[in-house]
């Protein structure tokens, strides 16, 4: 069985940094395709970050390119979302996501069969 668990979250000032963390447990991250996504109640899921563990291409969503960054760490069987320069408008809930083959771009939700529950980002000014 594939479990996704996600931690991190927290409620931190604008302008701070925070790192979620996605520990996966009945798959290795190797040949994944592995996502963070995210939601404000009453909306629909987010895709922020993709990674492609086959090749490491990566992809980002433009409200969060150049603050937000991806990365697997392999020897944790860990995937990380290192969040810089957090705005209030990066409150959310926090989801990771996994599929067992490559990615498709955009990351849409319906691409992928394994979820966490999710970890929440606060973000105040």
């Known amino acids: 069985q594939v479990n996704l668990v996600e931690s991190g979250g927290a409620s931190v000032q604008a302008g701070r940094s925070l790192r979620l963390s996605c520990t996966v447990s009945?798959?290795?991250?190797?040949?994944?395709?592995m996502a963070w996504f995210r939601q404000v109640s009453g909306k629909g899921r987010e895709g922020i970050a993709m990674i492609d563990t086959w090749d490491g291409t990566t992809d980002y969503n433009e409200s969060v390119k150049g603050r937000f960054a991806i990365a697997p760490e392999y020897a944790q069987n860990t995937m990380y979302l290192q969040m810089n320069s957090l705005k209030e408008e990066d409150t959310a809930m926090y989801y990771c996501a996994l599929q067992n083959e490559r990615c498709f771009y955009p990351p849409v939700p319906g691409n992928f069969a394994v979820w966490g529950q999710g970890t929440q980002v606060i973000v105040s000014s």
């Open positions: 009945g798959y290795d991250l190797n040949s994944k395709c």
